[in-house]
């Protein structure tokens, strides 16, 4: 029979177990969802509060969508290539954070300024409203979505 009092018997039916919690994993589905809510929340509570209808629209299109076209981006680049470079394993969590927060700031920069471009080009006549807050909603949302992916999966991958 076993003696489960004797603190040396004890440890063999007890497993000793980590006082930290377990890591979870690195799921692109759900920071996905994140990476849309956050953004189109925040600017529609702005609309809701200044009561502006054109910004509550924006939040659920050109914020949020934009914001998880750029989360899908760069979740793809880092669950697929991320570990293996070697900068955005080894560097402090912040600098990374930062450097891919000002990629996806540039990089909805070019976007804004590309899609303004090409609608001007294709119907120059024609007077496109939404296209006056782009410069800034691509830019921020880009901004935004790099930092939570990054972010998450930075602290995914390393504790």
């Not at 979870?24 to 189109?40: N, T």
């Not at 697929?80 to 990089?107: D, E, Q, Y």
């Not at 296209?131 to 909603?137: M, R």
Request: hydrophobic share 50%; net charge positive; charged share 15%.
């Amino acid at each position: 029979m076993f003696n489960q009092k004797d603190p040396v018997r004890s440890e063999e039916s007890y497993a000793v177990r980590s006082a930290q919690p377990r890591q979870k994993p690195f799921v692109l589905w759900r920071e996905l969802i994140l990476a849309y809510l956050s953004p189109a929340i925040m600017a529609g509570i702005g609309g809701i509060v200044t009561d502006d209808k054109v910004l509550q629209l924006r939040a659920l299109t050109t914020i949020g969508g934009a914001s998880l076209l750029m989360a899908l981006g760069i979740g793809l680049w880092l669950r697929n290539r991320g570990s293996r470079t070697r900068w955005v394993a080894k560097t402090p969590h912040v600098i990374v954070v930062g450097c891919f927060a000002l990629a996806g700031a540039m990089l909805g920069l070019m976007a804004s300024w590309g899609i303004s471009n090409v609608l001007h080009f294709v119907n120059p006549s024609l007077s496109w409203t939404w296209l006056d807050h782009v410069g800034f909603d691509l830019p921020l949302s880009g901004a935004l979505a790099c930092t939570i992916m990054t972010w998450r999966w930075r602290a995914s991958f390393t504790k």
